[in-house]
């Protein structure tokens, strides 16, 4: 699962059934779960049950599975389970038998097969637009959009080489404070470490970061203010122009629906407002501000999806080229590097795009400047700097092994054992302990039980640390292990954490 799919599956996990209920009557909601977020054996699952007219009992489905591959089947069948896709029940003579879930089925099939009136892939405007947007214009827009915001962060360090531009509006930098990216420090913003995480990641992950933010503050505000308002913003205790905080209650479901319904549509099309909920309209304004949609001004009664809006639900690439942006520190190594660092920590940048140097300048002292180059020094005060905004030195090496110039990818390793270690040195001399979070089991009745669910939770991957002597163990997530407890418990078994 990409990292995208990931912080889009959690926070849906997050969700209550009766969410997921609304959820699952929209045909392209229900499409783009499916797309983006099933591995292929789950998606393998849900196809075979889709046409089925009774239960698939469990011990079938798990004859078709090969017993090295348990932990792949167990994944698959708790994420369905989590997502409200799946649903097991007890029949006498079969066991446990699986079912998809009523409202899922459903739509599923009516986004394959077509038919109904629901029309939540989108309404094509049926004029023509007098103001046509090209592909070239649209990818411009998002661009321009999206870059904006990432040269925000990367100012937030003091680094003073943005690329012109009016930046992102206000509610974008309280949206970016809200999630944690950027924290005020008097009255300036500094990027923190997780806004450094957010910079090294491929765009549609940093656009679905940036709107699940959106999401779970979407019930209580708003990132726009509409000039249309009857109530001043002086009244209501904000400053700013047109994008300002205000309260809407908008409901997280219609904003999902809308946003799974984006990455359902055409590029290059313009589509009508007209089937649009007042939540749905509003979420046109901030999501412009984003650079996901085009909308020519406020009141148009069409819009335009851009790149950013089409790949949300796929794993295309977001934008075309973001040669003067920020590509993504998870790309492959056979794409084109610009940086070389030497064992003396002499560090050199082929490159003049702005938002480079300045993420480069986080973490390196930058000491001279030509029209296609940067050079400068990795340094103890340096790389302490960037330690202090919350920067890792894992990040830092990551990020200079993605973008190692092609003649230091000729070295193994890429860069200077040297340099890596000292990297690393400098970051410890004032961390000793690292967090994980989960949960932690213990008091067991027996060692016999102990070892049991200790294993089961070796074999799906969640087991972190174990005592044997004290019959403890601390596992990541607790989902799988709870069920397997309390399927032992209706069989007899007893343990706690």
């Known amino acids: 699962m990409s990292a995208s799919s990931l912080r889009s599956f959690e926070y849906l996990e997050s969700l209550p059934g009766r969410d997921f209920k609304r959820l699952y009557q929209r045909p392209s909601t229900a499409l783009a779960i499916f797309r983006r977020m099933l591995p292929h054996l789950a998606k393998t699952f849900v196809m075979t049950m889709l046409y089925t007219s009774s239960p698939l009992p469990l011990s079938d489905l798990e ?3 090969r017993p090295d591959k348990f932990r792949a089947k167990e994944y698959a069948l708790s994420l369905l389970s989590r997502l409200h896709i799946l649903h097991t029940s007890p029949v006498p003579g079969q066991g446990q038998v699986l079912s ?36 070239e214009n649209l990818d411009a827009f998002a661009r321009s959009q999206w870059e904006g915001i990432l040269h925000y962060m990367v100012d937030t360090a003091g680094v003073g080489m943005r690329g012109g531009g009016e930046g992102p509006s206000h509610g974008v930098k309280k949206l970016l404070e809200i999630g944690g990216l950027v924290q005020m420090k008097g009255r300036h913003a500094a990027i923190t470490q997780a806004g450094f995480s957010f910079l090294l990641q491929e765009v549609n992950a940093q656009v679905w970061t940036l709107l699940l933010f959106y999401l779970d503050n979407a019930e209580a505000v708003s990132l726009s203010y509409s000039r249309a308002s009857s109530v001043p913003a002086k009244q209501l205790g904000l400053v700013g122009s047109a994008n300002i905080a205000l309260q809407l209650n908008m409901d997280k479901v219609d904003v999902l629906h809308f946003l799974f319904m984006l990455g359902s549509l055409e590029l290059g099309q313009d589509y009508s407002l007209a089937t649009l909920t ?29 790149r950013l809006a089409t790949t949300l639900t796929s794993d295309a690439g977001a934008l075309r080229s973001v040669n003067a ?16 660092i030497e064992t003396n920590y002499r560090i050199y940048a082929y490159t003049s795009s702005p938002l ?29 700097s960037a330690i202090q905004m919350g920067i890792t030195s894992d990040q830092i090496i990551s990020y200079l092994t993605t973008h190692a110039h092609l003649q230091m990818r000729k070295n193994v390793p890429i860069l200077p054992p040297t340099v890596v270690d000292q990297i690393r040195l400098w970051q410890i001399e004032g961390e000793r302990m690292k967090p994980t979070v989960g949960f932690l089991f213990k008091d067991f009745a027996s060692s016999l039980e102990y070892e049991g669910i200790c294993r089961y939770a070796e074999e799906i991957g969640v ?35």
């Open 63 to 65: 004859s078709w599975v």
């Open 278 to 306: 007042a939540t749905q309209i509003q979420m046109l304004e901030d999501l412009r501000d984003f650079g996901i949609v085009y909308q020519r001004k406020s009141s148009s009664k069409r819009f335009y999806p851009t």
């Open 463 to 497: 087991l972190v640390w174990k005592n044997d002597a004290k019959r403890m163990f601390f596992v990541t997530r607790v989902e799988q292990v709870r069920k397997f407890l309390e399927n032992k418990a209706r069989n007899g078994g007893n343990g706690g954490y």
């Open 100 to 135: 998809l879930t009523n409202d899922f089925a459903t739509s599923l099939r009516l986004s394959l097969t077509g038919g109904g009136h629901h029309q939540s892939f989108g309404v094509p405007c049926d004029t023509p637009d007098k103001h046509q947007m090209s592909l």
């Open 356 to 384: 480079q140097i300045a993420v480069l300048h986080l973490f390196a002292k930058l000491e001279t400047r030509f029209p296609n180059m940067v050079s400068g020094r990795v340094s103890r005060k340096s790389i302490r």
């Open 325 to 340: 942006g920020f590509d993504n520190a998870l790309r492959s190594s056979d794409g084109k590097g610009f940086i070389v």
